[in-house]
């Protein structure tokens, strides 16, 4: 079955320790997103990619990058983590039909990030 | 702020009863989706209505959606414990091509 996929489910790390979550898809979607979503919280967008065009939102926190070497790999890496990126991480994708905002976006099950 | 403001915040109903919640947003838009997100997973997409649709049906869900009000309403029929989760508006943002932005949601509970 096409799907997202992000590694690892659980991740724990320490305060200011670095740490690289993952997403793939097998969907062959155009535009990945990474959101972060704290407890009881919407989604918030850090970021997509546009095939290898980067876009990162304005308030996204610079501790935040992202890379995308191929159409199916996409990373979140978060250079310092402090207590406050605590949180769980979604991958998704679309197909990114140019010109249209009917999107649908299809999400991985997420990464729930700990940090000690 | 774009974001769709979702009522109510929580809900909690009795197997086989109807859900209703709520989506009012601020801006003009060309379509409105929703997505329901079980506990700890990721969301998965529900339904889609443009903005020349009022209503649109899918299984046992209804939205409608009234531009001139700037809000949507998401109808859960015969409800099942399975309907449980947080149900998310999602509008697209101005000038942002692919991009959405969530609403606040709703944390649905359906008891036995």
């Known amino acids: 079955d096409a799907m997202v996929i992000q590694n690892p489910r659980y991740q724990v790390t320490q305060f200011g320790k670095p740490v690289t979550l993952s997403c793939s898809q097998t969907?062959?979607?155009?535009?990945m997103y990474w959101y972060q979503q704290k407890s009881s919280q919407a989604p918030k967008l850090l970021f997509h990619?546009?095939?290898?065009?980067?876009?990162n939102e304005a308030d996204t926190p610079d501790n935040f990058q992202s890379r995308r070497p191929n159409t199916s790999f996409c990373f979140l890496d978060i250079r310092s983590p402090g207590l406050g990126d605590a949180a769980m991480y979604l991958c998704?994708?679309?197909?990114?039909?140019?010109?249209?905002?009917?999107?649908?976006?299809?999400f991985g099950p997420g990464t729930r990030l700990t940090v000690l | 702020s774009q974001q769709g403001e979702e009522d109510p915040q929580a809900l909690s109903i009795q197997e086989g009863e109807n859900a209703t919640m709520n989506c009012s947003y601020k801006t003009s838009i060309n379509n409105l989706q929703w997505y329901r997100q079980n506990s700890g997973r990721g969301l998965v997409h529900l339904i889609l209505?443009?903005?020349?649709?009022r209503e649109k049906h899918s299984g046992r869900l209804r939205v409608t959606l009234d531009t001139s009000k700037k809000s949507s309403s998401l109808l859960i029929t015969a409800s099942r414990a399975a309907d449980t989760a947080s149900y998310f508006c999602?509008?697209?943002?101005?000038?942002?091509?692919?991009?959405?932005?969530f609403g606040t949601g709703t944390q649905l509970k359906v008891e036995l």
């Open positions: 990619y546009y095939d290898k065009d980067f876009n």
């Open positions: 209505i443009r903005s020349n649709e």
């Open positions: 999602a509008i697209p943002l101005t000038g942002g091509g692919n991009k959405l932005t």
């Open positions: 969907l062959n979607h155009n535009v």
């Open positions: 998704a994708t679309s197909r990114g039909v140019w010109g249209t905002s009917t999107d649908t976006q299809y």
